[in-house]
Nanobody, 129 residues
Framework: VQLVESGGGSVQAGGSLRLSCATP????????MGWYRQAPGSVRELVSA????????YYLDSVEGRFAISRDSANNTVYLQMDTLKPEDTALYYC???????????????????????WGKGTQVTVSS
């Protein structure tokens, strides 16, 4: 099982992109989902996460107010709307499904990439100044 990301591209600073993550229904309906990114020479970092019913959302401080995560149960798809993009947002963006427990999630385990499975291959986002 592998998730499929799409929607990346090259934009100028201040522009917008919407990333999509197509997810099998069996995973979508029961798992919290996360968007990670990794720039060359950097560690993979959690950009945003959303619980299985969308009631709780997390954002990296540097994207708070610019990015918005959502999930569409009709299409089993998780989205990441990215507005006011900055050159420092340039990275390969991945989506993955959280497979830890709910208790761990509430305790902050959603930060840990080890708690995620079914990683996609990523979609490249490049923001030029």
């Amino acid at each position: 099982v592998q998730l499929v990301e799409s929607g990346g591209g090259s934009v100028q600073a201040g522009g917008s992109l919407r990333l999509s993550c197509a997810t099998p229904g069996s995973i979508f309906s029961t798992h919290a989902m996360g968007w990670y990114r990794q720039a060359p020479g950097s560690v993979r970092e959690l950009v945003s996460a959303i619980t299985s019913i969308g009631g709780s959302k997390y954002y990296l401080d540097s994207v708070e107010g610019r990015f918005a995560i959502s999930r569409d149960s009709a299409n089993n798809t998780v989205y990441l709307q990215m507005d006011t993009l900055k050159p420092e947002d340039t990275a390969l963006y991945y989506c993955a499904a959280y497979v830890g427990s709910a208790v761990e999630y509430l305790g902050g385990a959603y930060y840990d990439p080890i708690k995620y499975q079914y990683w996609g291959k990523g979609t490249q986002v490049t923001v030029s100044s």
